[in-house]
């Protein structure tokens, strides 16, 4: 089954405690991204990836790393988390970047709270 | 990067078809317009995506005008799980955009028993 998985899908965690969330696509898919979701801003874009070790900043990178090493992997890195951050996260991939004809998929999503 | 308008919110009855507008009017030539669903706060789920011609799937039909400048989602026979917030969505493929999907607002839709 085609699966963009996230992990963890719940997390607390405390100001300055670096942490990770991890992307996994199975579907052999080029592009990867990450978006935040808050009230009242919608889904915004915070990286993406094009292919492995090719990354580049959204539209909110501010505060945030990532890496694509693996064709299949793409962890969002927080290196010193703040409340700003507390959030709803979503990992999404798709076939190729290009060509508006590629359907782009959706993890279940992640719920960040920095306390 | 074009934008989308779509009402707040609409009701529905169950059994009838959805109709859900969105307005595009500065879309590109070469701009997908796609649209999306989110229950609750899963992750967002694909419905369909059209470019000029109209499509029908499974899941829905898109009814796109022939200046591009909007569209219309139809859920023929609306469900109880229909219920959601739907997102019409133009994606950027300029390629240092990296194929970026912009959501508004999006459309609440209740479909009512």
């Excluded at chain 2, 078809?17 to 694909?46: K, M």
């Amino acid at each position: 089954e085609a699966q963009v998985t996230q992990n963890p899908r719940y997390l607390i965690t405390v100001t300055g405690k670096k942490l990770t969330v991890t992307c996994s696509q199975n579907m052999n898919h080029e592009y990867m991204s990450w978006y935040r979701q808050d009230p009242g801003l919608g889904l915004r874009q915070i990286y993406y990836s094009m292919n492995v070790e090719v990354t580049d900043k959204g539209d909110v990178p501010e505060g945030y790393k990532v890496s694509r090493k693996e064709k299949r992997n793409f962890p969002l890195i927080l290196e010193s988390p703040s409340p700003n951050q507390t959030s709803l996260y979503f990992c999404a991939s798709s076939f190729s970047p290009l060509g508006g004809s590629n359907t782009i998929y959706f993890g279940e999503g992640s719920w960040l709270t920095v306390v | 990067d074009a934008k989308t308008t779509q009402p707040t919110s609409m009701d529905c009855a169950e059994g009838r078809a959805a109709n859900l507008p969105c307005n595009h009017s500065t879309i590109s030539g070469n701009e997908y317009v796609y649209w999306y669903r989110q229950i609750h706060s899963q992750g967002p789920q694909y419905i369909i995506h059209g470019l000029k011609n109209n499509e029908t799937n499974e899941m829905a039909s898109l009814i796109i005008t022939e200046d591009r400048k909007s569209s219309t989602l139809i859920l023929p026979h609306a469900t109880l799980r229909d219920t959601a917030v739907y997102y019409c969505i133009v994606r950027v493929v300029r390629y240092n955009q990296g194929g970026k999907l912009i959501f508004g607002q999006g459309t609440e839709l209740s479909v009512k028993p």
